[in-house]
């Protein structure tokens, strides 16, 4: 699986930002989709991540203000950002999993970074 992620940038505080994020490869066996985000100097950190029939989880830190959404049959999943802080700023990679038998892959996308300005 390969995951092309898109939408990165520069925003003020309290602005907007849309990522996207698109799958290709071994699409048909992938299960949840998401994004998380590394800080300088910090662990990298779930943001939000989506199952296959739509479940949603979100950081506490984000809940309110970004919205996660999917679509299936294009193979992509997509962060509305709104809101944003100075503390959101890192580099988001998307995330996929899926599983072949009882064996379960994990695949990165590239990153993108997002910076919030104060």
């Known amino acids: 699986v390969q995951l092309q992620a898109f939408g990165g940038g520069l925003v003020q505080a309290g602005g907007s930002l849309r990522l996207s994020c698109a799958a290709s490869?071994?699409?048909?066996?992938?299960?949840?989709m998401g994004w998380y985000r590394q800080a300088p100097g910090k662990q990298r950190e779930l943001v939000a991540d989506?199952?296959?029939?739509?479940?949603?989880n979100y950081a506490d830190s984000v809940k309110g203000r970004f919205t996660i959404s999917r679509d299936n049959a294009k193979n992509t999943v997509n962060l509305q950002m709104n809101s944003l802080k100075p503390e959101d700023t890192a580099v988001y990679y998307c995330?996929?999993?899926?599983?072949?038998?009882?064996?379960?892959?994990?695949?990165w996308g590239q990153g993108t970074l997002v910076t919030v300005s104060s």
């Open positions: 995330n996929a999993d899926r599983w072949q038998g009882p064996i379960r892959y994990v695949h």
């Open positions: 989506i199952t296959i029939g739509g479940t949603r």
């Open positions: 490869g071994s699409i048909f066996s992938i299960n949840t």
